[in-house]
């Protein structure tokens, strides 16, 4: 097995479980007792325009790059980090719609550490980035 083939497996597998382990952590915060506390304070409101604007901006990546509008992309694609990004961010859109509605503890911690996810997909991003710009060569043949 190659890197590129270990990479395929391991990054869907790892967000997969960072989002089950977010659940399960918010599960627990949600379980301990609070102070009465207003769900619409200004840190929840901007945590939700985090949500709105990252996952704004990664769904028009994601259509300008053509991955979302082009037919000859499968879901056995090698750029499968695509289609983690075009899974994981509905999933955080419903539970900030569900946040909305229900004004729950459990979809506010959820939604924390769905952000703290995004965070971590974005600076592995730029990571990659800066790394290609660090190493990169040209070749002239």
Sequence with gaps: MDLSEILAIGVPVLVALMVAGSIVH???????????????????????LLHLLIGGYIY??????????????RWNDPDDINLVLAIFEPLCAVVLVALIAVRKRF????????L??????????????????LTWQPRMF
């Excluded at 979809?107 to 769905?114: C, P």
């Design 60 to 73: 028009w990546q994601l259509y300008e790059g053509g991955w979302l509008t082009n037919p000859y992309y």
């Design 107 to 114: 979809f506010y911690k959820l939604l924390l550490d769905l």
């Design 26 to 48: 918010a599960w627990f915060a949600a379980k301990k007792p609070a102070p009465d506390e207003r769900l619409l304070r200004p840190r929840v409101i901007i945590v939700c």
């Design 116 to 133: 703290i996810i995004q965070l971590i997909i974005a600076a592995s991003f730029v990571i990659l980035i800066v790394w290609f710009a």
